[in-house]
């Protein structure tokens, strides 16, 4: 999402300062749904999902606090289709692993400890 942001410095500084707030953010919510919930699989789904959707607002404070709250509709809805994105990949991501788990090499792999 910030690597066609041409304002965030040459050595990304800013781009580095967004990932790990939406890293915090992503080890918070599934830290809470951890503990309230206790379904693996819906706490990174949720995680995964409200940390991809904090990305926008983050890289939007960080550039520039007056233009993201001057912008602040644009923002919203990056950050609405981000929460899909994020929902998206994250279901994406079990459903690979549902078919991969039982494959061979997979299983080789587990069995090697």
Do not use: C
Not at 26 to 32: G, K, N, P, Y
Not at 81 to 94: D, P, T
């Amino acid at each position: 999402m910030t690597s066609r942001l041409h304002d965030f410095g040459v050595l990304g500084g800013e781009r580095i300062i967004s990932f790990i707030i939406v890293g915090l953010l992503f080890e918070l919510v599934f830290l809470v749904l951890k503990l309230e919930v206790k379904h693996i699989q819906l706490d990174i789904v949720l995680g995964t999902a409200v940390a991809a959707a904090s990305l926008p607002l983050s890289a939007g404070m960080l550039l520039s606090s007056a233009l993201a709250i001057e912008m602040i509709s644009r923002i919203i809805n990056m950050m609405i289709f981000s929460f899909f994105v994020g929902m998206a990949g994250a279901l994406l991501s079990f459903l690979l692993w549902y078919y991969l788990r039982t494959a061979k090499l997979v299983l080789r792999f587990e069995y090697l400890r």
